[in-house]
C-alpha cells in the first residue's frame, strides 16, 4: 500500500521501521477507500510515524496505552510547529489538524471504524432546567425533528438571557417581550407562531416543576397565522431551465447535483426524501421509484422517468465514488458518507444564484413547490396533486389556487355573466 505512494524504496522502509507501521498501512488504506486524496496521506504520514515515537518513548505498548499520549502529543506539536501561529483560531485549527488523523487512525485500529466527531451542545437550560428534553421525547412524544426545533428556538433564548445578565428564575414578561421584539425580525409568520409555542411549552413545564414561581406561559400569546395567507415560494419553469443549464455535468459534484435536482422538479421531493433516497429504493426492472418514510409516515411510488433515470445512471456510472454504503447520492469529498439535507438545499441555492432566480427563501421547498404550481396549472385535482407529492390533506395544496391566474381572470371577469 505505501508503495503506492512513496516512490523512493529509503522512505518506504523508514516508515515500515516505525513502530506504529501496522496501524499506519491500515489507515492509509483507509484513506484510499474514502477517496481521500495523495496530497492527505503525504500530510499526515509524517505526522503518524512522529506520534508513534512519541508515544513509544513515553511508554505506550499498543494502540489503548497510546490513547493517553494524544494530548501530550498535540502540545508538543504546536510547541515545536505552532510557533507561527499567532491568533488562537489559527492554534486551534493547527491542534485540529494533528489531532484528527492520530485519533482516526487509533479508532480504526482498536473499534474498526472511524466515527465523526462533532461537539455537541448540551440542551439548552439543561442546567437550570432539568428534564424538560425527557418531557418532550417521553411526555409529549415528540419526534427528533420537532425537538430540534424546540432546542433552536431555546438557544436564541438561553443566548438573550445570558447577555442580559439574567437567568430562568428571574424571568419575567417584560424580558419574554423584549426577547421576542429582538429575535423575530427577519422570521416568516409561521416561525414566529412556531417560536411563541415553544417558549409557552417551556414556561408552562418550568412552573410546573417549580422553576419558575408564576405560569408566565399565558404571558406569551402566539400570532394569529391563517393558514392561506402567504403564496407559494414557487418559479416559473423556464427559471426552472436556466437553473437546470447551470449545472456543469462533467463533474462528478455537477452529475450528482444535476440528479437531485430533477428528482426534486419532477416528484416535487421534500430534501431529506432526496438524501435518504437508496440504491435498492429504484426498481429498473418495472422502472419505479419507492420513497419511502415520508412526512405523514406513508411511502409512495412512482414512475421512473427516462430523464431521471438517465441522470441517476450517469452519476452512478461517472461520479459517484466506490462504497458499500447503499445511499443513491454520496459526499463528493471524503471521507465518503451519505449526503445530508442540509446539503441538497445549499446545492438548490448555489444553482438559482448561479442562474440569477430570484426568491424569497430559496432552497429545496422552492422546486418542491414549482411541481405543484405546474400539477395544479395543468388542472389536476387537488387531491390528485396532493397524492402525489405526499400531502396529507387537500388543504395543504389549497393555496396554489391562489396564484392560478387563468381561473382568477374568468372569476373576475365574471365568465360573461352580468354582475
Known amino acids: 500500500m505505501l508503495e503506492r505512494y512513496y516512490v523512493k524504496p529509503v522512505t518506504v522502509d523508514r516508515i515500515r521501521a516505525n513502530v506504529a507501521v501496522t496501524y499506519i498501512e491500515h489507515y492509509v488504506a483507509w484513506m484510499e477507500a474514502q477517496g481521500y486524496s495523495a496530497r492527505n496521506v503525504f500530510k499526515r504520514v509524517p505526522i503518524l510515524c512522529q506520534f508513534g515515537d512519541f508515544a513509544s518513548q513515553h511508554g505506550a505498548t499498543d494502540g489503548w496505552t497510546a490513547l493517553e499520549h494524544v494530548e501530550p502529543f498535540i502540545l508538543l506539536w504546536q510547541s515545536v510547529h505552532g510557533t507561527s501561529c499567532k491568533p488562537e483560531e489559527c492554534r486551534a485549527r493547527a491542534a485540529r489538524d494533528v489531532r484528527n488523523p492520530v485519533r482516526q487512525m487509533l479508532e480504526l485500529a ?4 472511524v466515527e465523526p466527531h462533532r461537539t455537541r451542545k448540551s440542551f439548552p437550560f439543561e442546567a437550570e432546567v432539568p428534564g424538560f428534553a425527557g418531557y418532550l421525547r417521553d411526555e409529549r412524544g415528540l419526534k427528533p425533528a420537532s425537538i430540534r426545533q424546540y432546542v433552536h428556538y431555546l438557544n436564541g433564548l438561553q443566548t438573550f438571557i445570558a447577555r442580559a445578565h439574567a437567568s430562568v428564575a428571574s424571568l419575567s414578561p417584560a424580558l419574554l417581550a423584549a426577547f421576542i421584539v429582538d429575535y423575530c425580525p427577519g422570521l416568516s409568520r409561521s416561525s414566529r407562531r412556531d417560536l411563541c409555542g415553544t417558549l409557552h411549552v417551556f414556561l408552562r413545564y418550568c412552573h410546573r416543576e417549580r422553576f419558575i414561581d408564576r405560569d408566565l406561559g399565558m404571558a406569551v400569546q402566539a400570532p394569529q397565522a391563517y393558514r392561506l395567507a402567504d403564496l407559494p415560494r414557487a418559479i416559473t419553469w423556464d427559471q426552472i431551465r436556466q437553473m437546470l443549464n447551470c449545472v456543469d455535468r462533467r463533474s462528478a459534484v455537477g452529475r450528482r447535483d444535476y440528479a437531485m435536482l430533477l428528482l426534486l422538479v419532477t416528484y416535487g421531493l421534500r430534501a431529506h426524501e432526496v438524501a435518504g433516497l437508496m440504491l435498492d429504493d429504484i426498481d429498473w426492472q418495472h422502472e419505479r421509484l419507492n420513497v419511502p418514510q415520508r412526512k405523514a409516515g406513508h411511502w409512495s411510488a412512482y414512475p421512473l422517468a ?83 407529492v405526499g400531502h396529507r390533506s387537500t388543504a395543504s395544496t389549497k393555496i396554489y389556487t391562489k396564484v392560478d391566474l387563468a381561473a382568477l381572470r374568468e372569476v373576475a371577469m365574471g365568465n360573461g355573466e352580468a354582475l
Open 306 to 388: 427516462s430523464v431521471v433515470g438517465e441522470a441517476i445512471i450517469d452519476y452512478l456510472k461517472k461520479g459517484r465514488q466506490q462504497s458499500a454504503d447503499r445511499h443513491v447520492f454520496l459526499r463528493a469529498m471524503a471521507p465518503c458518507r451519505p449526503i445530508t439535507n442540509a446539503a441538497v438545499c445549499s446545492a438548490v441555492v448555489r444553482y438559482l444564484h448561479r442562474a440569477g432566480v430570484q426568491v424569497h427563501r430559496a432552497g429545496a421547498h422552492t422546486l418542491r413547490h414549482s411541481c405543484v404550481q405546474r400539477l395544479v396549472d395543468a388542472e389536476f385535482s387537488l387531491k390528485t396533486v396532493g397524492d402525489y
Open 110 to 113: 482498536l473499534y474498526g471504524s
